[in-house]
């Protein structure tokens, strides 16, 4: 996933792959080739080559982490993605596929079979790397299929709904 960031207010470009356990990240064009540990909640362990950096991670609003790591605070925040696949494929008929954008975990479950879904009314939410992201109904419409429940892991462009 590719995205437009800001660290403490300066942009950065964020790439991120995870590749058979690892995580490679490339910040502003250098490249970290990452292990992570998720002791608990909000804590993450991460070790890059020799060396070995605890940080602590929580929200306080929408597309914005708070990160004390080596007794500094940073806010980093999303301005936006790039290069994504579209959260919904339009398909003829009417009817559009909800896709998982990553491999992942489905957190949440909002809408099911019959519920009404509104342009751009969140119907799933998938977490990848501690990261949730509100799968979108592009179109106003009614659930026809609900094919993931809660706690279910999911592949990248997974169909995980169908909304007509």
Known sequence: ?????????????????ERDGRVIARVDGRSYDLELAYPEKGLYVIFAGHHVF???????????LQVKIRGRQLEARIIDRRHRKPAAE??????Q????PMPGKVV????????????G?????VEAMKMQNEIKSRQRGR????LVSEGETVKANQVLAVVE
């Open 97 to 100: 596929n909800l896709v998982s």
């Open 143 to 146: 659930v026809l299929k609900v």
């Open 121 to 125: 009314q969140g119907v799933l939410v």
């Open 54 to 64: 605890e940080a602590q991670v929580w929200t306080r609003e929408r597309n914005s």
């Open 1 to 17: 996933m590719k995205y437009r960031a800001e660290i403490d207010g300066h942009p950065v470009s964020v790439e991120l792959e």
């Open 108 to 119: 949440r479950v909002l809408l099911g079979v019959g519920d009404e879904a509104a342009a």
């Open 90 to 95: 339009q398909h003829g008929g009417g009817q």
